[in-house]
């Protein structure tokens, strides 16, 4: 019973947190691209829009509203004098932070969906959408630079669905790496599982003039799809993509070390809810006659929100390879975790 209670009371006030955060979030990303979006097919295109940036934006708000519902909670149970009788009967505060769990198991499953799973689907639709929308006077993306199987290449344009290059350089190189011929070609079309080139300029090292040809096969580019997120990254990627892009089975915008911080932080995420919970334990026995209720709302959102802007920096020195990306992804959680338990035994025996 305690625990459905719980639970039903911490769940009830992060969703609502949740969806809050989201709503304040996307009317202001609305305000800013309400105009370009017009110009993309209307009035009815904004609920398209809105549909496609809200996976991202609960997922990244899931952290925050995790931290509010356990505060909102616990202030609730506190101000009742539900965590009194809670004492009175023999509970300590890590059996409530015990029975919470099964909660934070859900709302950790649910982030890691949002992230992993759909938020890199919608990300893609709207990265796709944009650029297949765009008005024609909106200026030439940047010239797409990729490695592939030996090969260097440079892409002046990439169609939505990737299937169709135009402006393409091709260096090709030799097992031992050095420079064996240069490819210029007008375009690039994709059919039959391999990359077709049309008006091609072939230099090479050891002849003296260019040999051109109306075709030619490039068996080392990459799909279609690879291509699409070469032109147009996203920055949420599913585990398999990441693991993928780190054995070199998908072709990345970045280092590795960018990945590898990804892959880790992704893990680490699944333990926001937990450590949200955790720092916000000790409101529990602040009473609002006491005194210590305010002061203790404000240590239990420094902290929090500590916590995650040191995830966040840490995180980004580690996509720059700054620090090793394991050190990234868990420090910011370790560090606090040890400092919320240390808090809840202090309160535990204070």
Same mark, same amino acid.
């Given at each position: 019973? !305690?625990? %459905?209670? @719980?639970?039903? #009371?911490?769940?009830?006030?992060? &969703? /609502?947190?949740?969806?809050?955060?989201? =709503?304040?979030?996307?009317?202001?990303?609305?305000?800013?691209?309400?105009?370009?979006?017009?110009?993309?097919?209307?009035?009815?295109?904004?609920?398209?829009?809105?549909?496609?940036?809200?996976?991202?934006?609960?997922?990244?708000?899931?952290? !925050?509203? %995790?931290? @509010?519902?356990? #505060?909102?909670?616990?202030?609730? &149970? /506190?101000?009742?004098?539900?965590?009194? =009788?809670?004492?009175?009967?023999?509970?300590?505060?890590?059996?409530?932070?015990?029975?919470?769990?099964?909660?934070?198991?859900?709302?950790?499953?649910?982030?890691?969906?949002?992230?992993?799973?759909?938020?890199?689907?919608?990300?893609?639709?709207?990265?796709?959408?944009?650029?297949?929308?765009?008005?024609?006077?909106?200026? /030439?993306?940047?010239?797409?630079?990729?490695?592939?199987?030996?090969?260097?290449?440079?892409?002046?344009?990439?169609?939505?669905?990737?299937?169709?290059?135009?402006?393409?350089?091709?260096?090709?190189?030799?097992?031992?790496?050095?420079?064996?011929?240069?490819?210029?070609?007008?375009?690039?079309?994709?059919?039959?599982?391999?990359?077709?080139?049309?008006?091609?300029?072939?230099?090479?090292?050891?002849?003296?003039?260019?040999?051109?040809?109306?075709?030619?096969?490039?068996?080392?580019?990459?799909?279609?799809?690879?291509?699409?997120?070469?032109?147009?990254?996203?920055?949420?990627?599913?585990?398999?993509?990441?693991?993928?892009?780190?054995?070199?089975?998908?072709?990345?915008?970045?280092?590795?070390?960018?990945?590898?911080?990804?892959?880790?932080?992704?893990?680490?995420?699944?333990?926001?809810?937990?450590?949200?919970?955790?720092?916000?334990?000790?409101?529990?026995?602040?009473?609002?006659?006491?005194?210590?209720?305010?002061?203790?709302?404000?240590?239990?959102?420094?902290?929090?929100?500590?916590?995650?802007?040191?995830?966040?920096?840490?995180?980004?020195?580690?996509?720059?390879?700054?620090?090793?990306?394991?050190?990234?992804?868990?420090?910011?959680?370790?560090?606090?975790?040890?400092?919320?338990?240390?808090?809840?035994?202090?309160?535990?025996?204070?």
């Amino acid at each position: 019973m !305690l625990r %459905a209670y @719980l639970s039903k #009371l911490f769940l009830s006030r992060l &969703l /609502a947190s949740l969806f809050g955060l989201a =709503a304040i979030l996307q009317l202001l990303d609305l305000l800013d691209r309400t105009g370009a979006i017009l110009t993309r097919g209307g009035a009815g295109r904004v609920g398209f829009y809105v549909a496609l940036r809200l996976p991202t934006l609960l997922g990244e708000m899931m952290p !925050l509203a %995790a931290l @509010l519902g356990a #505060l909102l909670t616990f202030m609730r &149970l /506190a101000g009742g004098l539900e965590t009194t =009788a809670m004492r009175a009967a023999g509970l300590s505060l890590w059996h409530v932070l015990w029975s919470l769990m099964p909660a934070c198991l859900l709302v950790s499953g649910l982030e890691f969906v949002l992230q992993n799973e759909v938020a890199p689907r919608t990300e893609r639709a709207f990265a796709d959408w944009w650029a297949a929308t765009a008005p024609a006077d909106t200026p /030439a993306p940047d010239r797409v630079w990729l490695r592939s199987h030996g090969d260097v290449a440079a892409i002046a344009g990439v169609s939505p669905n990737g299937k169709r290059l135009t402006g393409l350089m091709i260096v090709q190189r030799s097992a031992a790496g050095t420079l064996s011929a240069t490819l210029d070609a007008r375009s690039a079309d994709y059919g039959g599982g391999h990359w077709t080139l049309h008006d091609v300029q072939i230099d090479r090292p050891d002849r003296d003039t260019a040999e051109t040809r109306p075709d030619l096969r490039w068996p080392q580019g990459p799909l279609p799809a690879n291509m699409a997120e070469l032109a147009r990254p996203t920055d949420s990627q599913t585990l398999g993509r990441l693991s993928a892009t780190l054995r070199g089975r998908w072709i990345g915008v970045h280092g590795a070390p960018y990945y590898r911080t990804q892959l880790q932080s992704l893990i680490a995420a699944l333990l926001d809810p937990f450590l949200m919970v955790l720092l916000a334990m000790p409101l529990l026995l602040a009473l609002p006659r006491s005194g210590t209720s305010g002061l203790e709302t404000m240590k239990v959102l420094t902290l929090g929100l500590g916590a995650m802007a040191a995830a966040g920096l840490l995180q980004a020195l580690g996509n720059a390879g700054t620090l090793p990306p394991i050190v990234a992804a868990w420090s910011a959680t370790l560090v606090f975790g040890v400092a919320g338990a240390v808090r809840l035994q202090q309160a535990e025996i204070g």
